[in-house]
């Protein structure tokens, strides 16, 4: 029998069905509340608003937990590969050995984009930042490809997710290359996912080039941490734009905006700049703490803090340990990482930041690995958004098996004027 919760409203008395997941965290259903008393419920920025029942991706952020499809981060960021996570966060496996062969082969097939996607890139500003460029070409990647855009249809659903995971790299890398002035460099399909990728990102057709094993690892394992984070903005984003039927593109498209901005995945970029700006106005790390403590100034510790991780990131841990061991590999002494740890070992110190249970979180040391192979800084969100994708692609298929289905629309408590006449022009 179904456990109940009673809520009472003056003098009615209301029961609301409790829902308790695999993990045993609950939650009240008010799917029914408004039918049933004409109230709703109200929740700035979701902070306590289950939004859907998920099997994907479990977090305790008390305890510092993340687990993909039930596995640890820990293990699979030690022992899998961005591709074989991406399998298991989209069709909730990991895949065996066929199954992984034919997806990666899939995957490698779909790599190249339209040439006439050159011509696109060409009427952007050299200086348009790498969001803007993915999220319009991965928007107009519906207009070249009409026969994958049904989100109920098996066979659209599979090409157009295989062209997605595909295609993003790709994409990214010429937003990169138009930025600087060089020619697009084709995907290489014989180099892993991560190693075509710095292939387009940093070959030209005048010199060989040949991928650094440590930094080809990295970049697989930073996706890896990337992939999923369950309802985040980003994520929550997909599933809304997802709700209204639209094609897999646009859907995605929405979601790398989202993920733009820096209290999202823009968090990276905020945190190099952060570091570079303490290093190049000379400041000390606790001056920094104190401005990003003090309330008359609008600074935050970038990288610091978390909605649900109130306790040590699990992805800040493992980040942070690669960051020293890829460093120490390529010989890179990197002023911007003493920096990092100078200001983490202050602020965990700091009553401020224990208070409020602020820990680094996964933005925190990320950057410094991408500014240490060389990517601009305006390129990391870019890169988590290459990492995040299959995990958006999950939640958009779990949506869209859901037999709950509905279009997301939220409710609002209406604070405006009430009724009022209209007054002609001339009389205002
Ligand atoms: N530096 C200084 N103070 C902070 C910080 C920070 N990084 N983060 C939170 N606080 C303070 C905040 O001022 C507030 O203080 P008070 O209670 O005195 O008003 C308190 O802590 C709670 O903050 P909040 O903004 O209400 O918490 P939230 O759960 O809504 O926000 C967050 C979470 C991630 C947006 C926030 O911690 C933040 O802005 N962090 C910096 C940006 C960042 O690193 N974002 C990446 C998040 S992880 C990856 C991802 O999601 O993409």
């Not at 022992?79 to 990991?94: D, Q, R, V, W, Y």
């Not at 094993?213 to 369950?230: C, F, S, T, Y």
């Not at 039927?245 to 823009?266: D, E, Q």
């Amino acid at each position: 029998m179904t456990e109940k919760a009673e809520l009472r409203l003056g003098d009615k008395t209301v029961e609301l069905p409790i829902v308790v997941g695999t993990e045993g965290e609950r939650a009240l259903d008010i799917s029914k509340l408004r039918g049933e008393t004409g109230y709703i419920t109200l929740d700035p920025g979701y902070a306590n608003t289950g939004s859907c029942s998920s099997a994907i991706t479990f977090i305790d952020g008390e305890k510092g937990i993340l687990r993909y499809r039930g596995i640890p981060i820990e293990d699979l960021a030690g022992k899998s590969t961005f591709l074989e996570i991406a399998h298991l966060l989209i069709e909730g496996e990991l895949p065996k050995k066929e199954e992984f062969h034919s997806f990666r082969e899939s995957i490698r097939r779909h790599t190249m984009i339209h040439e006439d996607m050159k011509a696109f890139y060409g009427a952007l500003p050299k200086d348009a930042h790498p969001m803007a460029a993915c999220s319009a070409a991965v928007g107009a990647l519906s207009t070249f490809y009409p026969d994958s855009l049904d989100p109920r249809d098996d066979r659209h659903i599979e090409i157009s997710i295989h062209r997605m995971i595909a295609k993003l790299p790709t994409l990214a890398a010429f937003a990169y290359k138009h930025s600087i002035g060089q020619p697009f460099m084709y995907p290489r399909n014989s180099l892993s996912y991560p190693g075509s990728f710095l292939h387009m990102m940093f070959s030209n057709p005048c010199e060989d080039y040949e991928v650094d094993p440590v930094i080809e690892k990295a970049i697989d394992l930073l996706l890896i941490l990337h992939a999923d984070h369950e309802q985040n903005c980003s994520t929550s984003t997909v599933r809304l734009v997802g709700s209204s039927m639209v094609n897999l593109f646009a859907t995605v498209s929405a979601g790398i905006n989202a993920l733009w901005g820096p209290l999202h995945g823009g968090a990276n970029q905020a945190v190099i700049e952060m570091l570079a700006q303490i290093r190049d106005e000379g400041l000390t790390g606790r001056d920094f703490v104190e401005r990003a403590k003090s309330k008359d100034d609008t600074s935050r510790l970038m990288g610091f803090g978390h909605r649900v991780y109130k306790n040590f990131d699990p992805r800040a841990k493992i980040i942070k340990k690669a960051c020293f061991e890829v460093l120490n590999k390529m010989g890179v002494h990197s002023k911007l990482l003493e920096i990092a740890v100078e200001l983490e070992e202050i602020a965990l110190k700091d009553d401020y930041f224990i208070e409020r249970n602020l820990y680094p979180n996964v933005d925190f040391y990320s950057g410094v690995i991408y500014n240490a192979i060389g990517t601009p800084s305006n390129m990391f969100t870019a890169l988590f958004a290459m990492g995040r994708l299959p995990g958006w692609i999950a939640h958009w298929a779990e949506l869209h098996r859901d037999e709950t289905f509905k279009i997301g629309r939220p409710r609002q408590v209406y604070i405006g004027n009430t009724v009022r006449p209209y007054t002609p022009l001339e009389k205002r």
